[in-house]
């Protein structure tokens, strides 16, 4: 055995004669057009050539380089480049499968090359069109992520969360997002994440999803979000304590939003926790201009939930003076979050409900508002309105006057300003709807006491010649004795001469003490044989108190009214009186309705979330209230139970509209 290698020695050498074999069979240049040109070079000049063709929109050229360049040139050092270029040559032709399949030979083959993220990213995209994402979703899962530059990591991770959410799985889009944004820098980037993160934990996640998130999520703004959601719900149930857990997991310093969030929510789940009673809380204008309407709604209030029984009713009322201005309302329904309350009536006019919806809004509390503008309820799914509005009465009026009554021809004589306007408009667009013709309209300063001129060419006195005028004049006077000075009427001269009342109806959008004044100028103006006609404004006694006998037959619409003999609206009337000494309105019997509305749903149902209390608000059916609410409408507008009044008698009294009809506002 002497002179014979050992056999490990012998497995050495082996390996020694095959390399140096396969070394010295490695290609060292190629034959191209007959040159030998190194091996290198040569797959530059491909690769060069390729890109060209790409840059220049000939994918076909592209291929026909980059195929025999990955036979012939397999070995090259830039055979990665060749394959991503040719990768880019088949999705340019309109073949992304190839396209993928290209890619993914990159990422096996070299899968340390640079190119092989941008090669991962690539592949997701194009299965994402081809309608496979969990084919992309997986080739991203194995990207080794720390090999990525910052920028590149972001967009993966946001592909990442597009495939996930395109397969459903919303958890895996949010964590990818988190991670997406922890690496992106663009400043409108994370504009985007943020609300699509946003509506991903507001909308698509659960309450068990949420808390498992939070396991995985790095720490940051999205763990803080997803925590102050899961803290929202909970608190929205009514699990205090538990809410206090979850916000007692969030790190030290947030974002300032975020703090202000984390405050508002440990207030509410203290005192949630801490107290028995549900919490309601009133914007109302209790100083300024409007504080006498404030003060009606405030006892009305009091008086609905007992808050002064011998035997008091659970519930806790907080009061906040809005002043009458909308800053100062949106100022208070701030401060009345941030006490927990559960729910919020008020504040009273539309400006501070535009101002005040936000609030409420963002922090899920429903708001029952006493405006009266119809579009009050779009501000968002946490606003209610138990305010009538112009459009609802107008409705009434025409349906009555033309379905009822068969009048043809309507009038209005209105204020210039907002509230006129926007009356006129709703009143002739509900005469025209039902077939009806406004053949006047005459609109005076807000301000006017004397209508004359408004009054006169709403009936033809204003524009006449002279002659025309001396015959009125002279028409006038033989009629104060019609008897004597029959025979000289008949005259032709005093035919065809106005007023001309054209009209069956006057409609006159305007509160009860104006009206009261321009009543008596109608009739001055000898505009007798028509019903005049107006809005709840004229359910008062002032218009009788001023207008007097002028008022006769006139003909207004309300939700309420103080005689009503139904036995609900008794029995409030009786109370309010027992406990104030004065007659309610309109705004009064509004507020009665709303918190009765709330105390039922509440002692019917238990105490609710601000959540749950919503959904209960939309679900009443037929009410009953004594302001006419009957339930609400799918974005939280009221459905009113309307009737028909009168002024007979010296007194206000139902209108029977041939037959009596209760008229529900659309």
């Not at 390399?19 to 490695?26: D, E, I, K, S």
């Not at 006057?506 to 019903?531: C, E, H, M, N, S």
Request: aromatic fraction near 8%.
């Amino acid at each position: 055995m002497r002179g014979r290698p050992a056999p490990r020695l012998r497995q050495v050498a082996l390996a020694l004669l095959l390399a140096g074999l396969a070394q010295g069979c490695a290609p060292t240049a190629v034959q191209r057009d007959g040159v030998s040109v190194p091996y290198e070079q040569a797959a530059d000049e491909d690769l060069r050539r390729a890109k060209k063709a790409l840059d220049q929109g000939r994918p076909a050229v592209a291929i026909r380089v980059l195929e025999p360049f990955l036979e012939e040139l397999r070995s090259s050092r830039r055979a990665d480049q060749g394959l991503w270029l040719l990768a880019e040559a088949h999705a340019q032709q309109g073949d992304p499968e190839r396209a993928a399949l290209t890619l993914r030979r990159l990422i096996e083959r070299h899968p340390r090359s640079p190119y092989a993220p941008r090669a991962r990213l690539r592949a997701a995209e194009l299965y994402r069109e081809l309608g496979r994402p969990e084919i992309g979703r997986a080739i991203l899962r194995q990207a080794a992520f720390e090999r990525a530059p910052a920028s590149l990591r972001a967009q993966m991770h946001r592909m990442i969360a597009d495939l996930a959410r395109a397969e459903g799985d919303y958890p895996e889009a949010v964590l990818a997002l988190a991670l997406s944004r922890r690496d992106a820098e663009d400043p409108e980037t994370l504009s985007e994440i943020d609300l699509e993160l946003q509506e991903l934990v507001q909308e698509r996640l659960n309450d068990a999803e949420l808390a498992h998130l939070a396991r995985r999520l790095p720490r940051g703004p999205v763990y803080d979000r997803v925590l102050l959601t899961l803290a929202e719900r909970q608190l929205e149930r009514g699990d205090y304590g538990m809410a206090l857990d979850t916000l007692d997991r969030l790190p030290q310093r947030l974002r300032p939003v975020d703090e202000r969030t984390r405050t508002r929510l440990t207030t509410q789940a203290r005192a949630g926790s801490e107290s028995t009673s549900y919490r309601l809380g009133l914007a109302l204008p209790l100083s300024g201009p409007y504080e006498g309407f404030g003060e009606k709604v405030l006892r009305s209030v009091v008086l609905a939930l007992g808050i002064f029984d011998e035997s008091p009713r659970h519930y806790e009322l907080i009061v906040r003076d809005t002043k009458g201005d909308p800053a100062e309302a949106a100022e208070a329904i701030h401060e009345l979050i941030g006490e927990g309350v559960r729910v919020i009536l008020g504040p009273l006019r539309s400006v501070s409900a535009l101002a005040a919806a936000p609030w409420v809004e963002r922090a899920r509390v429903p708001m029952l508002t006493f405006a009266t503008r119809p579009d009050v309820p779009y501000l968002g799914e946490y606003v209610f309105r138990i305010g009538l509005d112009g459009g609802a009465q107008a409705s009434a009026l025409a349906q009555c006057a033309i379905d009822e009554l068969d009048y043809k021809t309507f009038a209005v004589l209105y204020p210039k300003d907002d509230y006129g306007r926007g009356f006129k408009n709703a009143f002739w667009d509900q005469v025209e709807e039902r077939g009806g013709e406004i053949v006047g309209s005459e609109g005076y300063a807000p301000g006017a006491v004397d209508m004359q001129a408004e009054i006169k060419r709403l009936v033809g006195l204003y524009y006449m010649t002279d002659a025309e005028r001396e015959l009125v004049t002279e028409r006038d006077r033989l009629l104060k004795r019609r008897i004597e000075n029959e025979e000289r009427l008949a005259d032709p001269n005093f035919a065809d001469l106005p007023p001309y009342v054209d009209f069956d109806a006057l409609f006159v959008p305007d509160a009860a003490r104006k009206v009261g004044l321009i009543l008596p100028q109608l009739r001055f103006y000898d505009i007798r044989d028509v019903t005049y006609m107006g809005p709840r404004d004229w359910n008062d006694p002032e218009l009788l108190r001023i207008a007097g006998r002028d008022a006769r037959g006139s003909v207004f619409v309300d939700g309420f009214w103080a005689a009503d003999p139904d036995p609900a609206s008794a029995d409030f009337v009786a109370r309010y009186q027992g406990a104030y000494g004065d007659v309610p309105d309109a705004t009064a019997a509004s507020a009665w309705d709303a918190a009765r509305l709330v105390r039922s749903v509440v002692e019917n149902e238990g105490p609710l979330s601000a959540r749950r209390l919503r959904d209960a608000l939309l679900d009443v059916r037929d009410f009953g209230g004594v302001s006419g609410l009957a339930a609400f409408d799918e974005v939280g507008g009221p459905l009113m139970a309307l009737q028909l009044l009168t002024i007979e008698r010296g007194a206000i009294r139902e209108f029977d509209c041939r037959p009596r009809v209760k008229i529900t506002s659309p």
